[in-house]
DNA sequence: GTCAGCACTCTAACGCCTCAAGTGCCAACT
DNA sequence: AGTTGGCACTTGAGGCGTTAGAGTGCTGAC
């Protein structure tokens, strides 16, 4: 079904009138503030329409009109305006990034935590990792009589530790070469490749088969756990949220939002969408009454994170994009320059 | 003042009422199913007099009585009956800790995990570091042209990565070398020993100062940043306890407890108390109407971590004191036998 | 298609009432 | 002196009717 351009103005009219107050929008308030032409039973008979279609509804039979979902859908897809961010956001933004060290995990928590403070939502974020980077380095450092710290470097930048325990009759010198061996047969290989390639190597180095093998467990253990990497901050924001003041809700979105499991389903889906609106039920990893915006960046081709916002359906979308295209910015900038 | 025996019990009685059941207690309530021998009359003015010395008080005049500040004080010390663990609480503390890596910071998550689902409440753990480590191994491992981890083992098992920059004109051989440097002149070292040795190693190895600057710098950091190693579990489980469901007070709450600077600064203070509780304004840094319970655990003299419990005044100190107890035997146990 | 006017519906707030819980106090008892 | 039953008093919670106000739907006129 079509819309004429007056039910879309209203229909935006609704919806961004109920963002900013949380409160139902009745035929009076749209026509004195918003559309002065027409009175408000010209209004109430286009709102009755849009009820009729499924955009909108009531609480009671003399309440204002609440945006529903598709409303909502409607509204994000093609009504709503562009936010701008203004310059001072700008450049909150930028020195929330100033001080890098390089380490991808530190960008990642400085992103999350701009973004929940500049939009008031709790953020999430989690730094890209997958098959395809490229093994740059690899060391295995021992630090106990039977256990070694793993770094694995990547093209990424991205620095994996892990610990893995060291087979107890290994000679510091066994493991040096271990180590060389290691590095020269897993150098310029992607994460992917590494975990297929444990069969073929088995055979080859068969002396250092206990290292091979916790490497490799080591590698597919990172590729594996997407939520490990999660970051989340502006936990406590949420309840500047009308939406949640009752305990249960509250209680729900919490309980969401503290699991990092859960976290990382809901954004493990669409690594490359650059931004993502997800709302209420449409996807089953999302809690109801809960929208979910993320935005995934890159430079180049090379990934470097989803980040995102998590909150009530009635989220002020505007204000998010922008501040989500303007990290995006200013992050692939500082990559590309560096 | 003394207080008399009956008194004791009495206000043992309430305290206890009031945990469990979170309403004001009444004299009848206490009468009839603790006190058969006396009549409620007789509790009301025990009552009456406990009130006027401070330890309890009322909502109104005619309803039961609420434990005060003072009374809890008074309980945790010397009213309270300890708690004992089940078998089955034992034996999830046990699992939590099967599969360990020796890696410090996965210890103090697990902990923090059990210790937050046995008692229902908000749970942080810190693990210990400071001045009084010995450093038996450093590594300076490059892994882009300007940037390199450095690593720090202590005889505490535990690893401290760090970002540091290379000074850009550094070769990969003068690093090597600067590494091992680095690695005789700290090695069986103190931390603080370190730190405060900055200007003596300035003369002596002017050729890699920056390189020694840098370690010194992060070594500094590390042991200066307590907020770092704050790890917290069951952020939700407040939702779960009647005092907050007023939204005022989890906002509260809340922002305390997704602040890791503020739950270090709790932390910090009596490393060396076995197990303290706080209660409400009695430390400025714990927010009003909480209670926080932390215990420090050792193993031989090296120091495990502080581990604790956040919640409300009317919190289940008995069972918090003994999971603490039983996780901290556990802890010492596991690190004893290895 | 628009609109003023009006009847209708529903909520929120208020006051009023009653009920039950719990206290404080007192006079009587041990 | 301590204990107790009895009783008056206080208070909050809940039910109920009323009212005011917001908002709608509808209708007949333009």
Redesign the pocket.
């Known amino acids: 079904m079509k819309l004429s351009d ?1 039910k879309k103005k209203i229909l935006q009219i609704v919806v961004d009138e109920y963002i900013t107050n949380a ?7 749209i026509a004195q503030n918003y559309m002065q ?6 209004v ?2 286009e ?2 329409a849009l ?1 009729e279609m499924g955009y909108l509804s ?8 609440v945006p529903s979902i598709e409303a909502y859908k409607l509204y994000v897809s093609e009504l709503m305006d562009k936010g701008k961010l203004t310059g001072k956001e700008l450049s909150q933004i930028k020195s929330a990034f100033a001080r890098q060290s390089g380490n991808m995990e530190e960008v990642v928590r400085n992103a999350a935590k701009v973004i929940s403070e500049l939009t008031d939502y709790t953020s999430i974020a989690v730094a890209a990792h997958d098959e395809d980077d490229v093994i740059e380095k690899i060391s295995i450092f021992p630090f106990k009589e039977d256990r070694a710290l793993l770094l694995v470097v990547t093209d990424r930048a991205l620095i994996r530790d892990k610990f893995i325990a060291i087979p107890p009759d290994m000679t510091e010198e066994q493991l040096e070469s271990a180590n060389r061996l290691v590095n020269r047969t897993f150098k310029g290989k992607r994460l992917g490749e590494v975990m297929e390639a444990s069969l073929a190597a088995e055979e080859q180095f068969a002396s250092y088969k206990a290292i091979f093998d916790r490497v490799i467990d080591a590698i597919s253990d990172y590729v594996n756990d997407k939520s490990g990497s999660v970051v989340m901050a502006g936990e406590d924001k949420i309840l500047n949220h009308p939406e949640y003041a009752e305990v249960d809700k509250m209680k729900n979105f919490l309980s969401v939002v503290t699991s990092r499991d859960k976290i990382a389903n809901m954004l493990s889906d669409d690594n490359d969408i650059e931004i993502s609106i997800k709302i209420g039920g449409e996807d089953k990893n999302i809690p109801d009454d809960c929208s979910l915006v993320t935005a995934t960046y890159s430079a180049g081709n090379v990934k470097l994170g989803t980040y995102g916002v998590i909150g009530p359906l009635r989220m002020d979308y505007q204000k998010v994009v922008s501040v989500l295209e303007g990290v995006g910015k200013i992050l692939e900038d500082m990559v590309n320059k560096k």
């Open positions: 007056r409160q139902p929008v009745s035929s009076k308030n032409d027409v009175s408000s039973a010209t109430r008979s709102l009755n009820e009531q609480l009671h039979t003399s309440s204002g009109r």
